[in-house]
């Protein structure tokens, strides 16, 4: 009889990642390691730290869009290793960009014949095409005033306090002023009235949003425009209009083509739109186009002759993936003008089912508009004893991820939660949604006033005198105090991302 034996492989059992040294030393955070590792067991020991990040399909804080096609997910890893700026070497992706571009341009009524092509750019996101924008106006508001031999080390730009904190970064970053209409109590856009009162010769432009990242509302663009128009004729001036449609420029034609607020209004000269937001694509482009060519100064057009050939360049960057870009000009072609409004439409639906289910718990009151981006704001009738950031706190055990923050200047006072329902988020995960709230209702409501003990110690709520009268605060009194104490677990900036 033979007997037969085997051996087991080391080298087996060195290709098992869990059965090596590399899962059980510290990994080092900030310095290089001395030595290399196996390729799978970096991969193993990356892959399974990035496992505690949240879910982006449950991430209903993002605009950002979290899914695509396989088929666009192919081209996108087919182009990850193009560079754009090597337009010499990669002219069809240009080419890819500027159709993109002219398609925007026509989709926002931007006053160019079929044959001519649009002036506009490529960002990495609205935030960048915020700042190009932004530079255009402050260059040209500085060549007229030089013109006039009038000053022009004072600009300023009008914006409402809802605005991204892109905005304030572009008015520290290039040395603009910026004033900014505070909101009102049941009024969390820009008031048009009000910014037209804050215009003076140095506003280098008034910035209009449609869809605040607040409560997804559209700013009254055509009547800031008819205001700022009669402004202009009594003063003489020629102060222009900026709308960042980051969030609603890729749904306003869709859903509201009768909606004036772009290129159909001769004082709006420049629209930047998110394509990785309600354009569909991932994270890392966005766009930005202008009127006319007379509006974006030559100035501030680079032509570098780096790789053999003249390369116009208008960016604040250099070197960028052609991944994004060749992705937006898939989704362009691939659903073109049905497509979009077909999946805006069922954005909005699913977000009527939302509005509409959270209403019927009766403990809600809904802040964002039928009218705007696909979104629900929504704060608590009664946080005296239990606040939206409890809510938020609760949901999380479920995977969910839904922001809780205050309002603005003159509104912070209002805490409110917000559900972003993007093309991914169907009416089923809308059900589940609701119920979670639902359950996190429940769940708080056993529970004590997390209020009452945490607020106890910075001002007391029902013991205050005066004289030797007790002083009783109001309902409204106790829901900012609590208010005011919860703003300390949340950083005070605004809600959103470009």
């Given at each position: 009889m033979?007997?037969?034996t085997?051996e087991?492989?080391?080298?087996e059992i060195?290709?098992?990642?869990?059965?090596?040294r590399?899962?059980r030393a510290a990994?080092?955070?900030?310095?290089?390691?001395?030595?290399s590792?196996?390729?799978?067991a970096?991969?193993q020991?990356?892959?399974?730290?990035l496992m505690?990040d949240?879910?982006p399909?449950?991430n209903?804080?993002s605009?950002?869009t979290?899914?695509m096609e396989?088929?666009c997910?192919?081209?996108?890893?087919a182009?990850?290793?193009k560079?754009?700026?090597?337009?010499?070497e990669y002219?069809?992706?240009?080419?890819?960009?500027?159709?993109?571009?002219?398609?925007?341009?026509?989709?926002?009524n931007?006053?160019?014949a079929d044959?001519?092509?649009?002036?506009?750019?490529?960002?990495?996101?609205?935030?960048?095409a915020i700042?190009?924008?932004?530079?255009?106006?402050?260059r040209?508001?500085?060549?007229?005033?030089?013109?006039?031999?009038?000053p022009?080390d004072?600009?300023n730009?009008?914006?409402?306090?809802?605005?991204?904190?892109?905005w304030?970064?572009f008015?520290?970053?290039?040395?603009?002023e910026?004033?900014?209409?505070?909101?009102?109590e049941?009024y969390?856009v820009?008031n048009?009235?009000k910014?037209?009162?804050?215009?003076?010769?140095?506003?280098?432009?008034v910035?209009a949003i449609?869809g605040?990242t607040?409560?997804?509302?559209?700013?009254d663009?055509?009547?800031?425009?008819?205001?700022l128009t009669?402004?202009?004729?009594e003063?003489?001036?020629?102060?222009?209009?900026?709308?960042?449609?980051a969030?609603?420029g890729f749904?306003a034609p869709?859903l509201?083509?009768?909606?004036e607020?772009?290129?159909?209004l001769?004082l709006?000269?420049?629209?930047?739109?998110?394509?990785?937001?309600?354009?569909l694509v991932y994270?890392?482009?966005?766009?930005?186009?202008?009127?006319?060519?007379d509006d974006?100064?030559?100035e501030?057009?680079?032509?570098?002759?780096?790789?053999?050939?003249?390369?116009?360049t208008?960016?604040l960057?250099f070197?960028?993936?052609?991944?994004?870009?060749?992705?937006?000009?898939?989704?362009?072609i691939?659903?073109?003008?049905?497509?979009?409004?077909?999946?805006m439409?069922?954005?909005?639906g699913?977000?009527r089912?939302?509005?509409?289910?959270?209403?019927k718990?009766?403990?809600f009151?809904?802040l964002?508009?039928d009218?705007?981006?696909?979104l629900v704001?929504?704060s608590?009738?009664?946080?005296s004893k239990?606040?939206?950031?409890?809510i938020s706190?609760?949901?999380r055990?479920?995977g969910w991820i839904?922001?809780?923050?205050?309002m603005?200047?003159?509104?912070?006072?209002?805490?409110?939660l917000?559900?972003v329902?993007r093309?991914?988020?169907s009416?089923?995960l809308?059900?589940?949604?609701?119920s979670?709230?639902?359950e996190?209702?429940k769940?708080?409501?056993s529970?004590?006033?997390?209020?009452?003990?945490?607020?106890a110690h910075?001002?007391?709520?029902v013991?205050?005198?005066?004289?030797d009268?007790?002083?009783?605060?109001s309902?409204?009194?106790?829901q900012e105090?609590v208010?005011r104490?919860?703003k300390?677990?949340v950083k005070?900036?605004?809600?959103g991302?470009?």
């Open positions: 033979v007997i037969s085997t087991a492989d080391s080298r060195l290709n098992s990642t869990f059965a090596s590399y899962v990994i080092p955070r900030f310095k290089m390691p001395d030595n590792m196996p390729k799978e970096a991969y020991v990356i892959n399974d730290e505690l949240g879910n399909r449950l209903l804080a605009f950002v979290t899914w396989p088929e997910d192919k081209l996108v890893m182009s990850i290793n560079n754009y700026v090597d337009m010499d002219p069809v992706t240009t080419e890819l960009q500027n159709r993109c571009v002219n398609m925007i341009a026509h989709l926002f931007a006053p160019v044959d001519k092509t649009a002036v506009g750019v490529g960002t990495v996101g609205s935030s960048e700042m190009l924008a932004g530079l255009a106006f402050k040209k508001w500085q060549q007229k005033r030089k013109e006039q031999g009038k022009y004072k600009p730009i009008v914006t409402g306090a809802n605005v991204q904190v892109c304030e970064k008015a520290r970053y290039f040395e603009v910026l004033k900014e209409v505070k909101l009102e049941g969390y820009l048009p009235v910014a037209v009162e804050l215009v003076d010769e140095n506003t280098i432009c910035a449609l605040s607040l409560t997804g509302e559209f700013e663009v055509k009547l800031l425009h008819d205001l009669k402004k202009n004729e003063t003489g001036w020629d102060t222009p209009i900026h709308v960042d449609a969030s609603g749904i869709f509201y083509p009768d909606l607020w772009d290129f159909r001769p709006v000269k420049s629209i930047n739109v998110s394509g990785h937001k309600y354009g994270a890392g482009v966005g766009w930005v186009v202008w009127r006319t060519k974006l100064p030559d501030l057009v680079f032509h570098i002759n780096y790789l053999g050939s003249d390369q116009p208008f960016t960057n070197s960028k993936g052609s991944s994004q870009i060749i992705a937006q000009y898939y989704q362009f691939r659903l073109g003008f049905e497509g979009y409004k077909n999946i439409e069922n954005c909005m699913n977000a089912a939302l509005r509409e289910g959270l209403e718990t009766g403990r009151e809904i964002s508009k009218v705007g981006v696909p704001a929504f608590l009738k009664d946080s239990h606040t939206v950031f409890e706190e609760g949901l055990k479920f839904v922001p809780a923050y205050t603005p200047a003159n509104a912070e006072n209002l805490a409110v917000r559900v329902v093309e991914d988020f009416h089923s809308v059900e589940r949604l609701i979670h709230i639902e996190v209702l769940e708080i409501d529970l004590p006033s997390r209020v009452s003990t945490k607020t910075v001002i007391p709520m013991n205050e005198t005066q004289g009268k007790p002083l009783k605060k309902v409204r009194e106790t105090e208010t104490h919860w300390r677990f005070g900036r605004r809600a991302a470009c």
